[in-house]
């Protein structure tokens, strides 16, 4: 079967479903394309932290009911090492911006919802597997549905390589076209979501010499924690027991204070960060974790997907809108600054916060910095002026959509 549209999105996850919901809104003809089942998508966990820019451009595409209304608002995060504690108001620090709490599954239920409610096309259980013609004028897609569906052509002006890092579409640009940054950290992140209230109102970072430990916040509910580890590290080590007593002992909590419940969910994340440039490639333009992945601390990955996709519809709609052929040419330009401030923010609250490598010979030189630079955000106004400018990410782009 052979369809046509305007823009092929790839990806059903937040960087597609924004740029489909813009795009379809403004009257320009897209059809996205992905790999899952509805259900899959819209259960798989992933980020939670809801930068202010992301929620104002969600709230002025009226995409963001549901977030304002189930999400939490949040405007301090706690620091904890030797036994200190500190928070950081951020959002009186960084002139009144705030994040949202709400787990991505959520942002991702509404924004397919609101798309198909439109009349959107939406393929599941379609994925790509070649992107042809990228250099010509009319690229053209083909999928391969799973058994009992017709194989799909699906031509375009353009396409939005929104299939995160593991995606096809990056893969489809020629050998030498494109050049890749990428950091290894040097340590593992144990990721567990546990039915268990938070137990504290903050998301909690904390310090110690057995390693970080973050308490993040989802629902009422449920809770996200992280535990540094060992690279290579895996979930089979963790057993709950030894999971609730590290998290207890590097967060300073008791277990009336941290009750255990049920583990959900654990795995051990590749702790990595990478940067493609340039983000595009003839009519092809990446977006989101198809061009980049950043490590969860400080939580941009998910701001940095849709501030993209904010970037590319602008340009979409100024090309189509006659109001400037050319804007296209500098979607990547435009959006990799903000990118490596981002890498460059999540690089510097890793190693704020991460016990070095006991074989590092270095690990006792550098653990003084770490306390150096928590007594700084502790104590200097301009230090955690800017640490809450860099976390709660930057003011919304200067032209609107
Ligand atoms: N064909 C169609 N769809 C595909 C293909 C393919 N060949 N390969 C991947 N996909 C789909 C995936 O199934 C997924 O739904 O593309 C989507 C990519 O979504 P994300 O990985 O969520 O990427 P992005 O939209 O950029 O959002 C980044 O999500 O991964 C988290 O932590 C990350 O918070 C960040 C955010």
Known sequence: MRLGTRVAIVGAGPAGLVLANVLQRAGIDCVVVERQTRSYVEARARAGLIEHRTVEFLRRHGLAERLLAEGAEHGSCEFRFQGERFSIPYRDLAGDRSHYVYPQQFLVRDLVESYLDAGGKLLFSHPVVALDGLDGDRPVLRCEPAEGSQPLELECDFVAGCDGFHGVSRQAVPDGRLRAFSKHHEFGWLAVLAETPPASEQIIYALHEDGFAGHMLRTPSVTRFY???????????WPDERIWS????????????LKPGEITE??????RSFVVEPMQHGRLFLVGDAAHIITPAGGKGMNLAIADAEELAVRLLAHYGGADADALDGYSAACLPRIWQAQEFSHWMLHLLHSPAARQTDSDFMHRLQLSRLAQLRDSATYSMMFSDSYVGAPGRSSEL
């Not at 535990?227 to 080590?237: R, S």
């Not at 654990?266 to 702790?271: A, F, H, P, S, T």
């Open 266 to 271: 654990k795995n051990v994340l590749d702790m």
């Open 246 to 257: 590290a998290l207890w002992r590097r967060l300073g909590m008791t277990p009336e204070e």
């Open 227 to 237: 535990l540094q580890c060992p690279v290579g590290d895996v979930p089979e080590n």
